[in-house]
């Protein structure tokens, strides 16, 4: 296609020129990551769903496709994305949301998004296009590349198109409510986690902790009969706003931290409020605490931290590398992009190991 050549062009010139190229789709997650550089290459020219086969459960598309064209493909088959990604704003595009690598309340029950992608086609900093993996689960001999890519914020190529697995809807979804402190919803829920309960999504929040039940019709209802708790008839506006960070706590200029604990880690001493999914594993919080602070508790835990949105991005948007850790990114990055081009320093600065 004329917009692959189009492209080839534009990152050769950069690669030359040593000009760094911003990788960018509908811009609907801009703020995530750390300062944005670069001439922007803009990826939404080249759209379209490639192939979808529902009886194989595998959609291939171009990465500009917008996210909603590829939710309203596979809705029209009762099916979905099973990481619900986060959108952040209609332009959302599927390229996007697999450099972002950002997965919604299903994630903690059926993976998270690189555990879905298949295949991918990129194009390198010498405007090479290359193909990694395929479209079944039993693909890779090797590096998995293909999932290598999913969360690499546009730092290691430009990809082309990907090759993701589907799940069907479930027939049944319900929700309950349950009135209990921090302390009893963890306890809760790791009891639950525990159980063949047919949950995919939990959010505690200000005393409520809310559980999504999905699946068959008769496990869903004995479910609801066993847990007791209040049934919540009018939920999916609450799940949406979870995933798109509308409710009311993500509100405000306040920083906003994702921490990712183990499950099993009791309640997080630190300023501010907090908002707790998949199962007490990732906990947001808003607070003006420093980034040391914070880092320094969760790591006690075993967790890491990351500046979502607002804040300092002084100290790093990411947990920082340890050395040994730090050496295997500058590898991969200049194996994939000696020339340095693509959104350089989006995650990590590199050349001083750091974020």
């Known amino acids: 296609m004329q917009v692959i050549e189009t492209w080839r062009a534009q990152v050769l010139e950069a690669a030359a020129s040593k000009r760094p190229l911003r990788i960018r789709g509908g811009g609907t997650k801009d703020f995530y990551g750390q300062d944005l550089t670069g001439d922007i290459l803009d990826t939404r020219a080249y759209s379209g769903i490639i192939d979808y086969e529902p009886t194989e459960l595998v959609i291939t598309a171009r990465c500009g496709t917008p996210l909603l064209e590829i939710e309203a493909a596979l809705a029209q088959r009762n099916q979905m994305l099973a990481f619900e990604p986060p959108h952040f ?3 959302a595009t599927f390229g996007g949301a697999v450099a972002s690598g950002l997965s919604g309340p299903r994630r903690a029950t059926s993976g998270a998004l690189r555990d879905f992608v298949l295949g991918t086609v990129l194009m390198d900093s010498a405007g090479q296009v290359l193909t990694f993996g395929g479209q079944v689960m039993k693909n890779v001999a090797g590096y998995d590349v293909s999932r290598l890519l999913a969360g690499s914020m546009g730092t290691l190529g430009l990809m082309l198109q990907v090759s993701c697995k589907v799940l069907p809807r479930p027939r ?3 929700t309950l409510r349950f009135a209990m402190p921090e302390i009893d919803a963890l306890r ?3 009891a639950w986690g525990g159980m063949p309960l047919p949950v995919s999504a939990s959010c505690w929040h200000d005393g409520v902790l809310a559980l999504r039940l999905s699946g068959a019709s008769a496990a869903v209802e004995a479910a609801l ?7 919540w008839s009018d939920c999916a506006p609450f799940w949406a706003g979870v995933r798109e960070q509308q409710h009311p706590f993500f509100a405000g200029a306040t920083p906003l931290w994702r921490l990712s604990v183990p499950s099993t880690t009791s309640a ?4 501010g409020t907090q908002l707790i999914e998949w199962g007490g594993a990732l906990r947001w919080l808003k607070s003006e605490v420093d980034a040391a602070t914070i880092r320094r508790t969760v790591g006690a835990a075993g967790g890491h931290a990351t500046l979502f949105r607002g804040g300092d991005k ?19 990055k200049a194996s994939f992009d000696p020339s340095h081009i693509f959104n350089p320093g ?3 600065d590199h050349a001083n190991q750091s974020r």
């Open 89 to 91: 704003g209609e332009g």
């Open 172 to 174: 049944r979804e319900a």
């Open 188 to 190: 809760q829920l790791n």
């Open 225 to 231: 009969h066993n847990l007791g708790g209040e049934l």
């Open 268 to 271: 997080l001493i630190l300023p």
């Open 314 to 332: 002084t100290s790093g948007v990411f947990q920082p590398l340890a050395p040994a850790i730090a050496r295997i990114h500058q590898r991969l």
């Open 346 to 348: 989006r995650d990590y």
